[in-house]
T-cell receptor
Framework: QQQVKQSPQSLIVQKGGISIINCAYE??????FPWYQQFPGKGPALLIAIRPDVSEKKEGRFTISFNKSAKQFSLHIMDSQPGDSATYFCAAGVGGGSEKLVFGKGTKLTVNP | GAGVSQSPSNKVTEKGKDVELRCDPISGHTALYWYRQSLGQGLEFLIY????????KSGLPSDRFSAERTGGSVSTLTIQRTQQEDSAVYLC???????????FGPGTRLLVL
């Protein structure tokens, strides 16, 4: 019930391509879905987040698509750049906030020049 | 500093020893979280502090783990009688208020030999 399943584990994309990472959840009480970006040796940093009252949120090259009925959400990175190479984590939280975030296992993205 | 700081950055210890990990949250942030990140895994919630309220300890994996937060600021995570399976990166995060964006520190890499 508390799991967030993330796929793929790793992803290799050419520069300029689209990177897509998917997450699925079971607990319908989740109402906050952030994505975090983590570079080696650093802590995760919030990239973008969505709440279930909207189906899509875009910030620059990063877009979250949210499908409430399917209990799935995804991160799309347009025009992927080598600097986007990092590990990406989806997460889910309950109660209108981010206490006790449940994280996916992460996707290691490599963008080749 | 402007961000969450953690010390030490790396810790190597022998099985059976006790360790203390420190977190300095962003000044003024009322909420503080501890997570554990094992190799190839997502972040696992450990404990959450909010103001003067009793902490949410529901994520602590065993009674060898404990944490305190003094004066509503600095927090210490203590692991007693360390085991090899405790080897992981321990991440601290803080947020301005419950449900606010969590800002992560760089983590403490713990290796138990």
């Amino acid at each position: 019930q508390q799991q967030v399943k993330q796929s793929p584990q790793s992803l290799i994309v050419q520069k300029g391509g689209i990177s897509i990472i998917n997450c699925a959840y079971e607990n319908t009480a989740f109402d906050y879905f952030p994505w975090y970006q983590q570079f080696p040796g650093k802590g995760p940093a919030l990239l973008i987040a969505i709440r279930p009252d909207v189906s899509e949120k875009k910030e620059g090259r990063f877009t979250i698509s949210f499908n409430k009925s399917a209990k799935q959400f995804s991160l799309h990175i347009m025009d992927s750049q080598p600097g986007d190479s990092a590990t990406y984590f989806c997460a889910a939280g309950v109660g209108g906030g981010s206490e006790k975030l449940v994280f996916g296992k992460g996707t290691k993205l490599t963008v080749n020049p | 500093g402007a961000g969450v700081s953690q010390s030490p950055s790396n810790k190597v210890t022998e099985k059976g020893k006790d360790v203390e990990l420190r977190c300095d949250p962003i000044s003024g942030h009322t909420a503080l979280y501890w997570y554990r990140q094992s190799l190839g895994q997502g972040l696992e919630f450990l404990i959450y502090f909010q103001g003067n309220s009793a902490p949410d300890k529901s994520g602590l994996p065993s009674d060898r783990f404990s944490a305190e937060r003094t004066g509503g600021s600095v927090s210490t995570l203590t692991i007693q009688r360390t085991q090899q399976e405790d080897s992981a990166v321990y991440l601290c995060a803080s947020s301005l208020f419950p449900g606010g964006t969590q800002y992560f520190g760089p983590g403490t890499r713990l290796l138990v030999l």
